[in-house]
Nanobody, 115 residues
C-alpha cells in the first residue's frame, strides 16, 4: 500500500513563506509525477503545481513567480516552496501523485495566510 504524508503547513502572515513536503512510502515501482492541489472553502480543488520524474513542471498562473515545486527522487518526496504568500493562498493543500500507475492523494495540510 502506498501512502502520501504531507507536512509543513501552518499560519503565516501575508508576505511570508512556507515550505510543504510530501513523502511517498510503501511499495513503489514507479512515480510518474507528484504535485500539489489546493482547496478553499466553497471552491473546487485546483492545481497548484506538478513535477514529473524528468523534472518537467507545470505551475498555476496564480502562483507563478511565488511558488516553486521541486522533487527528490531518491527520497520519493516533493516540495512546494511558497514565498510572498497572500491571504487568497489560504487553503488545504493536498499532495497528489501517480505511483505504480495509480493515483494517490495525501490527507491535506492547512495553510492559513493572515492579512
Amino acid at each position: 500500500q502506498v501512502q502520501l504524508v504531507e507536512s509543513g503547513g501552518g499560519l503565516v502572515q501575508a508576505g511570508g513563506s512556507l515550505r510543504l513536503s510530501c513523502a511517498a512510502s510503501g511499495t513503489i515501482f514507479s512515480i510518474n509525477y507528484m504535485g500539489w492541489y489546493r482547496q478553499s472553502p466553497g471552491k473546487q480543488r485546483e492545481l497548484v503545481a506538478t513535477i514529473t520524474s524528468g523534472a518537467n513542471t507545470n505551475t498555476a498562473d496564480s502562483v507563478k513567480g511565488r511558488f516553486t515545486i521541486s522533487r527528490d527522487n531518491a527520497k520519493n518526496t516533493v516540495y512546494l516552496q511558497m514565498n510572498s504568500l497572500k491571504p487568497e493562498d489560504t487553503a488545504v493543500y493536498y499532495c497528489n501523485a501517480r505511483i505504480n500507475r495509480q493515483n494517490y492523494w495525501g490527507q491535506g495540510t492547512q495553510v492559513t495566510v493572515s492579512s
